[in-house]
């Protein structure tokens, strides 16, 4: 679609003028432009397309992001030792979070954090490390906002019997005709799904707790400074109630894998056990005060639960004939439900180190104080 972004940042309340753009090509879902200005003391913007078909709420979604930014600015503010920092939403010129164009297509704006990078494939152990204790502050930080007053912006998003069941139907309906295709991953998808079914169970009985969580925990939606310090957590559409498992989960399935989350190569796809371990120990550092005994037990697990799940949203989507998921060739959902199996395997072949790890954890960190 033609965008005209030096129009839309017209609508901004922005420093400086317009002085150019760029296009970032990290996400599937939203699309995201570097705004340049001509202004020496501002970085610049950080412009973003909502996809508004997969975010149907975006009022929710925009309150739901300024509560939380705002929880989180007053948080550090109180606790200048942490040393983090937090995105900061830019208002339209009329004073609404978001600006929505005559062609209905919502944008919204963030200051941009300069000098800071992300990671698709974590590099060593101490960027792990640094980044479980990110995701971990991020959650205790917001631990006393009330969940309730944040909107659940994708319903039952980490559902997996919605998931299954969407599967069940796009596998039965076949409407891009690739079923053929995937007779692999559907022996894969049988055999695992009844396993996966012990999370929504724990939470159905109140065993794992909700709270409030990232759910789209990315190793690559961490920001890094210069020195590798985490800096500061981004993309933050998915952020309402959740299980800490779903955050862990998708964490380790992202930055402690072996290889890309769409590598065609899958004798490249492993676990890495170095690296789940010290991002593992960060997380429990930052979360230990109040992990429950049921996630504990579940924490190695819920990185194939996550894998599994996301798995099957990529075969699903596949299935549908890519309707959700941006993709860049034919094969390119298949490829990245495949490595999601393939890493599965690898943490079933490790499952008990994995849980050792954590338990190991739990005896050699100390908590990081947060003030509440
Ligand atoms: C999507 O667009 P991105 O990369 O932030 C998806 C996540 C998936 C991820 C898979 C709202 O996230 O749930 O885990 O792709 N986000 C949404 O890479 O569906
Ligand atoms: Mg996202």
Redesign the pocket.
């Known amino acids: 679609m033609e965008r005209n972004i030096e129009e839309i940042i017209t609508h901004f309340d922005i420093i400086g003028d317009f002085d150019g753009f760029e296009k970032n090509e990290?996400?599937?879902?939203?699309e995201s432009y570097r705004i340049h200005t001509n202004s020496v003391e501002h970085p610049g913007y950080f412009l973003q397309w909502i996809?508004n078909t997969?975010?149907k709420d975006v009022d929710g979604l925009m309150e739901n992001i300024c509560s939380v930014t705002r929880h989180l600015a007053q948080k550090l503010a109180e606790n200048p030792k942490l040393d983090f920092s937090v995105l900061e939403v830019i208002p339209c010129n009329d004073g609404k979070n978001f600006y929505l164009d005559p062609a209905g297509q919502y944008w919204r704006l963030y200051t941009f954090i300069d000098d800071a990078h992300g990671y698709n494939v974590v590099e060593n152990v101490e960027i792990a490390n640094e980044g479980g204790k990110a995701f971990g502050l991020f959650m205790s930080l917001l631990a006393d906002l009330p969940s309730n007053g944040l909107s659940e912006?994708?319903p039952n998003?980490h559902n997996i019997e919605k998931r299954l069941e969407a599967y069940q139907v796009s596998l039965e309906q076949d409407i891009a005709g690739r079923a053929k295709e995937i007779r692999e991953e559907i022996a894969f998808v049988a055999s695992r799904a009844e396993q996966m079914l012990a999370i929504p169970a724990l939470i159905k009985s109140g065993s794992l707790p909700m709270r409030i969580t990232h759910?789209?925990t990315?190793f690559?939606?961490i920001l890094f400074d210069q020195h590798n310090h985490a800096l500061c957590i981004v993309?933050l559409?998915?952020v309402m109630p959740g299980s800490i498992l779903f955050d862990f989960g998708?964490s380790i399935?992202?930055g402690a894998n072996t290889a890309n989350?769409d590598e065609q190569d899958l004798s490249k796809v492993d676990i890495n056990l170095p690296i789940y371990e010290a991002y593992t120990r960060g997380f429990i550092e930052s979360t230990r005060e109040t992990l429950t005994s049921a996630e504990i037990e579940n924490l190695a697990f819920s990185a194939r639960f996550?894998t599994f799940i996301?798995g099957l949203?990529?075969l699903t989507d596949f299935l549908n004939g890519d309707t959700?998921?941006?993709t860049s060739y034919p094969l390119h959902n298949l490829i990245?439900a495949k490595v999601q199996f393939r890493l599965i395997e690898a943490m079933e072949k490790n499952s008990e180190i994995m849980h050792s790890i954590v338990m190991r954890s739990l005896k050699n960190t100390f908590s990081l104080t947060v003030s509440k």
Do not use: P, V
Not at 26 to 30: E, L, M, Q, R, S
């Open positions: 990290t996400g599937h879902i939203n996809n997969i975010f912006t994708i998003f759910n789209d990315k690559n939606n993309d559409d998915t998708d399935r992202t989350e996550m996301i949203r990529f959700y998921f941006r990245r």
